[in-house]
């Protein structure tokens, strides 16, 4: 406020903001003091009836509207600002820092606000106002975790993320013994966390290369997880009684719901079956044919694919159909299997292997 005003600015009243060419009408809301005296400064929020353009650190006055004079002024410190309670300690502090922190204590700051999501370089530039060799001056001496997608995320925020997902998996471990582990966008939909893909993906890779954790067939599980050992008894009977019955089927189609059934137990060791590799579930176009073999059946049936069909050699679903001793119903989805997981390639009827380069 100007020194020349013969009264404080109150809460609630109406003044003029002018900022470069804009001139619109605006409510002040004090957030600190009960009124602002002449030749004081304080923060407040001005209150808009439209949007406003306007940037960060941008100077403006404020005028009273009858009669016209100029009573003071200020710097824009947030131009995007959330509705703020007055006399909040914690919105004084974060105004004090953008207005009086050093660039080092602001980016600080706006790493803390941006959470598990991160921000970048550019965003944290557009922030400060500065240009991104200065903002790197000051990154220097926080040293931040760079995902690999360019994310920027504060340290104690990302091993905070980090624990999350170790303690989302100990917890899914014990609640779910029999089962192998979860896959990833289960697992991120379970944490209370909610990070980008980017800063989350990067967290699964460094626990996977810090040997952490580990994936076996797109499931995660903490390292050193083995569900084979809580089994009891009956369950292990279990298991090597489905495991010969699917070896005696060969290339029978099997359906999962036949399988499964009502039985809880039987369920969870078909689960585990299938996500320990030992049982294949057929990846088909059509959504019934879900299918289901033994991985020894599944991997001789590939092997005779192999064998008599090397690249470039073309070959139809009824000559694979002889070959493997199967029928129709588990042939071609068996095929459009191999189509998913990349093994053949189908071009109109027919279908050839994929060059090694190729897969």
């Keep these: 406020m100007l020194n020349s005003q013969n009264e404080p600015l109150k809460n609630g009243a109406t003044v003029e903001f002018l900022a470069g060419t804009t001139s619109v009408t605006s409510r002040v809301r004090l957030l600190d003091p009960k009124t602002l005296e002449p030749g004081a400064t304080g923060f407040a929020q001005l209150r808009f ?63 803390a606000e941006a959470d598990v999501s991160g921000t970048t370089l550019d965003g944290l530039s557009d922030l400060l106002c500065l240009d991104t060799d200065d903002v790197n ?50 697992l991120l939909t379970n944490l209370e966390e909610e990070p980008t893909q980017g800063v989350y993906q990067h967290a699964i890779d460094q626990l996977l290369l810090q040997a952490r954790i580990e994936n076996h ?24 009684e489905m495991e010969n019955e699917f070896r005696k089927r060969g290339l029978t189609p099997t359906y999962v719901h036949q399988i499964e059934g009502d039985d809880t137990v039987r369920r969870d060791v078909f689960q585990l079956l299938c996500e320990t590799n030992r049982l294949v579930r057929i990846k088909a176009y059509v959504a019934k044919s879900d299918i289901v073999v033994h991985t020894e059946n599944f991997d001789n049936a590939v092997a005779m694919i192999e064998a008599n069909f090397t690249f470039p050699q073309k070959f139809t679903v009824s000559e694979v159909r002889e070959l493997i ?35």
């Design 137 to 186: 001056a000051a990154l220097a001496f926080i040293d931040p975790v760079l995902t690999n997608s360019g994310t920027l995320i504060d340290q104690s925020i990302y091993a905070r993320l980090v624990q999350a997902i170790l303690t989302e998996l100990s917890r899914y471990h014990q609640e779910h013994p029999r089962h192998s582990g979860i896959t990833a966008a289960k």
């Design 49 to 111: 009836p439209r949007s406003v353009a306007t940037y960060q650190m941008q100077r403006f006055i404020i005028r009273t509207g009858s009669p016209i004079r100029t009573i003071g002024g200020g710097t824009v410190l947030d131009a995007n600002p959330e509705v703020h309670r007055r006399f909040g300690a914690a919105t004084k502090s974060r105004l004090e820092t953008i207005a009086h922190g050093s660039t080092v204590e602001k980016t600080q700051m706006y790493l």
């Design 217 to 240: 067939g797109g499931v995660l599980r903490l390292a050193g997880f083995d569900p084979w050992a809580g089994l009891s008894q009956i369950e292990h009977r279990l298991v090597a």
């Design 325 to 359: 001793g199967s029928n129709r119903k588990f042939t071609v989805p068996f095929l459009e299997h191999l189509d998913t997981v990349g093994v053949t390639i189908r071009m109109g009827n027919q279908r050839q292997l994929r060059t090694r380069n190729e897969q």
